[in-house]
C-alpha cells in the first residue's frame, strides 16, 4: 500500500568536490521549448562545479550529433577539456559518439543513477534559476528565447556566488567582464604603450599571484558551504544498511502510455541486490534486468513469501556462477531466466537478441514453452 507517512529511504549528503577550474563540468539539456524561428528547442546547459561558470547553447534537438558538435565547438574550443563530464542518462550522452569523443579527448566520464537528478544538482539549480529569468525577460513572446539566454548567462557569471564568494568570471578568466554598467560610470583607464618585456612579465606575475589567492579563497568558501549544507541534509537522514542476497523493492518513476500514474504502485519489485557498489548504490536485479539504483529510491522488501525465481536467485548468488544448458557459466554474455523452470540461458543460446530479452515480461524457454 502507499502510505503518506512511511518514512523515506534517504542517505547521507555525498560531497564531491572540485578545487579547480575544468576538473569537473556539469551537462544537461533543458527543454522542449517554445520552437522558436532559428528552429531552436532545447539549451544545453554547462556548469562547471569549481566556478560556477554556465554556459546556455540553444540547440535544434538534442540528438548525440547535435550534442557532440556544440560542445566541441562552443566549449572545449574556447576553454579546453575538461578532466570529468558528468550527465545524466540521456541517450545523446549514452551514445556511442559521446563516448568516443570523451575517449578520444582522454574526458572521464560519470553519470547519474535512474530517476535521481539530485545527483547533478549543480546543473539543475541553474536550470530553475535560467527559466526564471527567462520568463521574466520574455513578457508573454515565447518564440524568442533564444534571444536573451546568453545575455542571461552572461549576468549569471558576472554575479557574485554566495558558494564561492567571487564571480564565474573571476575564477575562470581571471579578471572580470566589464558591463555596460561599468563602462558607462567607472570607465577602464587607457592603456599605455608597454615599450618592453618587463611590463608584461610583472603583469603575468601579478595576474598568477592574484588568481592563486582567489581559488584558496574560493575553496574555503566552498569546503564550509559544502559542509553546512551537508549538516542541514544530514538532519533527515535515513540510512538502511543493504548486503547481497537482500529482497528490496525498487520506487518506480516510470511513466507508461494509457496508465494513471495516480493509481499504480510506487514500488516494483520484489528484486534481488546483487552486490553494494559504494554506500549509496546498489546493484539490483529484478527479473532479467539488471541496474544500479540509488539508495534513496530502495527498501527492504518484507513479504512473508518470494517469487521462485528470486529464491533460487539467491541460492545462486551464494553458490557463485550460473550456468547455462550449454554448461558454461555467465561469463560477461546476457542471460535470460525461465519463468516456468526458473533455469539460466545465454541469450544467443535460445536464440534471443540482449535488446528482445530486455523487452521481455515474461520467459519461457524452449522446453516450457507449449508446442
Known amino acids: 500500500m502507499k502510505k503518506s507517512n512511511t518514512p523515506t529511504p534517504r542517505h547521507p549528503l555525498t560531497l564531491c568536490h572540485a578545487s579547480y577550474p575544468m576538473e569537473r563540468v556539469h551537462l544537461d539539456f533543458l527543454g522542449p521549448l517554445p520552437k522558436t524561428k532559428s528552429g531552436n528547442e532545447y539549451v544545453l546547459m554547462i556548469v562547471d562545479q569549481f566556478t560556477k561558470w554556465v554556459g546556455c547553447i540553444p540547440l535544434p534537438s538534442q540528438t548525440a550529433e547535435v550534442t557532440a558538435t556544440a560542445i566541441v565547438r562552443e566549449f572545449f574550443s574556447r576553454f579546453g577539456c575538461p578532466l570529468q ?15 568516443s569523443l570523451c575517449t578520444a579527448l582522454h574526458i572521464r566520464k560519470y553519470r547519474t543513477t ?12 541553474y536550470n530553475r534559476t535560467l527559466l526564471n529569468a527567462v520568463r521574466c525577460y520574455l513578457n508573454g513572446r515565447q518564440d524568442r528565447w533564444d534571444e536573451c539566454v546568453a545575455q542571461i548567462a552572461s549576468a549569471l557569471r558576472a554575479s557574485v556566488n554566495r558558494t564561492t564568494g567571487y564571480t564565474p568570471n573571476r575564477l575562470m578568466l581571471g579578471r572580470e567582464v566589464n558591463t555596460p554598467l561599468e563602462l558607462m560610470f567607472a570607465p577602464p583607464q587607457a592603456v599605455q604603450p608597454m615599450g618592453g618585456g618587463p611590463l608584461v ?10 588568481i592563486q589567492q ?19 541534509y ?27 500514474d495516480k493509481l499504480k504502485s510506487p514500488w516494483k519489485g520484489p528484486g534481488l541486490v546483487l552486490s553494494v557498489l559504494t554506500p549509496y548504490l546498489l546493484k539490483i536485479q529484478i527479473r532479467n534486468n539488471v541496474s544500479v539504483i540509488n539508495h534513496d529510491h530502495v527498501k527492504p522488501c518484507r513479504d512473508r513469501e518470494l517469487p521462485k525465481w528470486l529464491i533460487k536467485a539467491r541460492q545462486r548468488l551464494g553458490s557463485g556462477a550460473v550456468y547455462c544448458i550449454c554448461r558454461l557459466p555467465d561469463t560477461r554474455r546476457t542471460m535470460v531466466q525461465c519463468d516456468q523452470c526458473l533455469e539460466w540461458f545465454h541469450c544467443d543460446c535460445v536464440g534471443l ?4 530479452a530486455k523487452r521481455l515480461s515474461e520467459y519461457l524457454c524452449p522446453e516450457c514453452t507449449p508446442q
Open 214 to 232: 582567489s581559488y584558496s579563497q574560493a575553496r574555503e568558501t566552498l569546503k564550509s558551504t559544502q559542509l553546512r549544507m551537508k549538516s542541514d
Open 114 to 125: 535512474p530517476y535521481h537528478p539530485s545527483s547533478n544538482d549543480q546543473v539543475e539549480r
Open 201 to 210: 612579465d610583472a603583469y603575468v606575475s601579478h595576474l598568477i599571484d592574484d
Open 85 to 99: 563530464i558528468f550527465t545524466d542518462q540521456g541517450r545523446n550522452f549514452e551514445s556511442g559518439l559521446f563516448k
Open 353 to 356: 537478441s540482449t535488446a528482445g
Open 234 to 260: 544530514d538532519i533527515k537522514a535515513r540510512v538502511v544498511q543493504y548486503s547481497a542476497g537482500d529482497a528490496v523493492y525498487v520506487c518506480d518513476k516510470a511513466t507508461l502510455k494509457g496508465r494513471c
